[in-house]
């Protein structure tokens, strides 16, 4: 399992703004969501990105989690090798059940990897309706 | 596999594809950590007169778990990503992140100063920057009049 990397020609001043001028390209970040009794736990890949630059956004039922890099490029290096769109960010929606409590909903970053607690609204006691002879 | 900057060309039959790729890897099951080459990690390289500097994805992962190692022209990258403690009785209802332990090497194009080769874990990105030894970098040769 080895590249074999070497230098090649470099282009010309002009590609490299071209490539620099480029939108970022949206991915979509890689989730688990887990249950448990108590509340529902997502975990998104967003690596690049930290918790200033991720956004939560709430919407009715709809979550939409947002991130995006500062600083894709080093600076003063010149990009000679590509595996991946270094300029990129990332966008995902979800859409909750009517059991999560939106006010509770808490969120950590930490290494690249957004972590969303969303605990469900506490179960209403079951409630006996009596039906009454007229 | 060179090293070169064929995706930067004026002009690229591919270059829509490969933005959408990531979201075909993750459609289609493979890994979305995987760049074009189908190595993981995937990894991009920028380069200045003195250094070189790598960059690759690798969230969620504890810098203990990483291991990077120059042995004179080759770098070698070790590490293991361990799956998130699900809390008791936790059920999952999607698993689309991975773990599990992944090996990369990559051949050097020029000599690197070992000893000053310095890695660096943030936001889940790991750069490893090889400063080049001093042959390896541009000289400007002074003309003498004669």
Known sequence: ?134 | MFWRRSRQSTWNPWSDLWDLQDEFSRAFGASPWQGLSGEFPAVNVYESDDALELSMKLPGINPKDLDVTVNQDTLTLKGSREVDKAPEGAEYLRQERGAGSFVRSFALPFPVNTGEVAARYQDGILTVRLPKAESAQPRKIAIKAG
Do not use: W
């Open chain 1, 1 to 134: 399992m080895s590249t074999e990397v070497r230098t090649v020609n470099k282009d010309n001043e002009a590609n490299v703004q071209r490539v620099e001028r480029r939108e970022a390209v949206v991915l979509s970040p890689a989730v688990d969501i887990l249950e448990t009794e108590k509340d529902v736990l997502l975990l998104a890949d967003m690596p690049g990105v930290n918790e200033k630059n991720v956004d939560i956004d709430l919407h009715g039922n709809s979550l939409t989690i947002k991130g995006h890099r500062e600083t894709p490029v080093p600076a003063g290096m010149e990009l000679i090798r590509t595996e991946y769109q270094p300029d990129y960010r990332y966008e995902r929606q979800f859409t909750m059940g009517d059991t999560i409590d939106r006010e509770k909903i808490t969120a950590v970053m930490k290494d690249g990897v957004l972590r969303l607690t969303l605990p469900k609204i506490k179960e209403l006691a079951p409630r006996r309706i009596e039906v009454k002879a007229c």
